[in-house]
């Protein structure tokens, strides 16, 4: 691991997790930040009645945007500017309505401009979605330096 991005992420790691406590359209959804560590966060919604699809389970929207803000916080988790260039959603099981849905995102590997990640989305015990996420690391910081 880069020395820097350590050294910025354990220096910041409170002003990051504030940032994406606070994170408009996951506050909306009731998705809340469990972890977040150096390129990996973990995140939990409940699954309520206005969140289900037509057969009456978890609306593939909802899984999306869960594993969607768990890559987001892993990997802004070093303060560094970073967005989503691909992602790539299998959905394998439905999310059923009161259950808690978690989505834990890993770094795969890093450079200098982009970053790889893995992330699952699984309720009690049952994987509910993977996702494949790519994202592109912007020069600046949006910590405090």
């Not at 050294?7 to 996951?26: G, R």
């Not at 790539?88 to 890993?106: D, I, T």
């Not at 401009?113 to 494949?132: D, K, P």
Request: charged share 20%; hydrophobic share 40%.
């Amino acid at each position: 691991m880069d020395n820097k991005d350590l050294e910025m992420h354990e220096k910041h790691v409170e002003e990051i997790t504030s940032l994406f406590e606070n994170e408009p359209y996951a506050s909306f959804l009731g998705i809340k930040l469990v972890s977040l560590g150096p390129g990996t966060a973990v995140a939990e919604v409940a699954v309520q009645k206005h969140m289900l699809n037509s057969h009456g389970t978890a609306h593939g929207a909802v899984i999306f945007a869960l594993a969607d803000y768990a890559f987001a916080a892993a990997c802004n988790s070093y303060g560094r500017t970073s967005v989503g260039l691909n992602t790539v959603v299998n959905f394998m099981s439905p999310g059923k309505c009161g259950a808690v849905l978690r989505a834990v995102a890993e770094e795969e590997k890093r450079n200098h401009r982009t970053a790889w990640y893995r992330i699952r989305v699984e309720s009690e015990g049952e994987l509910i979605a993977s996702m494949e996420a790519m994202s592109y690391r912007k020069s600046e910081y949006f910590v405090g330096l």
